[in-house]
């Protein structure tokens, strides 16, 4: 698909959008049925030195009164709320267009994570500084560790079926420090402008949960955007809380078929069998790995 049509399938939607102040930025935080720590979430984003923001909280469906808890401690904040758990993709979309009027500026959210006071100013200013950047990804560390790096750039090589964080289970030091260019940005949390989340797709619905984020990257780099990592923006987070841990099994099969998916989409059908081979050799050692860690090691 050529640039133009690309961008032009969403040109409608685009213009339908009316936006707000351009300083301001919406924050989209999407639960389901994790009340707790979502009204942790929400209180950390309560504290921004960042005082142009709007907070949306996307209720996935939640039995747990998710929602009605927010709306009792938070009456600030916007709760759009779907009827069903929609996943990742689809929630994260229901949230953006339930929005009348965007702000210039979106980040999404994982609503396990606790975010540094300060951390939109760098993620803006970045957007602000460079019109070919497109995404913006913060300094992310463990919850429960909280010197110890979970995310510091995405790193995607779909031939091998390869996808990794730069610098995960490191202990932050200073060659985590300088913003630079990354393969991909985490859907656990990314800013971007509002039109360039429209122009682009939204997110993928074919993901229900992993591989969304790597898509929407590529499909932002294929627009000739760039996507950067902002190490003075910090946030922490609790690893696939929603999964049952970050060695869960079943976050090892929505990864494995996220991987799956991304290769179907962005590798030429010909050569589709060498990452094809990969990825089987990969989720298998993965499970046996993922299998030992989980037996050996406490969860963050």
């Keep these: 698909m050529s640039k133009s049509s690309f961008r032009g399938r969403f040109l409608l939607r685009t213009l339908s959008r009316v936006l707000v102040k351009n300083n301001f930025v ?16 929400i209180e950390s984003l309560t504290k921004l030195t960042y005082k142009n923001n709007r907070i949306y909280f996307i209720d996935n469906g939640s039995t747990d009164g998710s929602h009605v ?41 994982n609503n396990d994570t606790i975010v540094d006071p300060s951390f939109v100013e760098p993620l803006i200013a970045q957007l602000e500084s460079d019109k070919d950047t497109i995404l913006v990804a913060p300094k992310i560390f463990y919850a429960q560790s ?40 985490t859907g656990c949390c990314f800013g971007v402008r509002s039109l360039d989340f429209s122009k682009i797709g939204m997110f993928n619905e074919e993901f229900s949960m992993y591989g969304e984020d790597v898509d929407f990257s590529l499909n932002a780099k294929r627009n000739g955007g760039s996507i950067y990592f902002i190490p003075n923006s910090m946030i922490w987070h609790h690893v696939s809380s929603s999964l049952g841990g970050r060695f869960s099994y079943a976050k090892w099969k929505k990864k494995t078929f996220g991987v799956y998916k991304l290769i179907k989409l962005h590798i030429h059908p010909l050569i589709i069998p060498i990452p094809m081979v990969f990825l089987f050799v990969n989720s298998f050692f993965s499970l046996i790995l993922y299998s030992l860690l989980r037996a050996f090691t406490k969860d963050d």
């Design 146 to 185: 909280e010197n110890i790096i979970w995310f510091a750039g995405g790193r995607v090589n779909l031939l091998f079926a390869s996808i990794s964080h730069y610098g995960i289970r490191s202990k932050n030091n200073k060659k985590f420090n300088s913003a630079r260019k990354i393969g991909y940005a």
């Design 69 to 109: 808890a927010v709306k009792d401690q938070f009456p600030a904040v916007d709760i759009l709320r779907s009827e069903k758990n929609l996943g990742y993709s689809k929630g994260n979309n229901f949230g953006f267009n339930a929005v009348k009027e965007h702000s210039m500026y979106s980040i999404f959210l």
């Design 26 to 41: 919406d924050i989209f935080v999407l639960n389901w049925n994790q009340k707790n720590l979502s009204l942790k979430c």
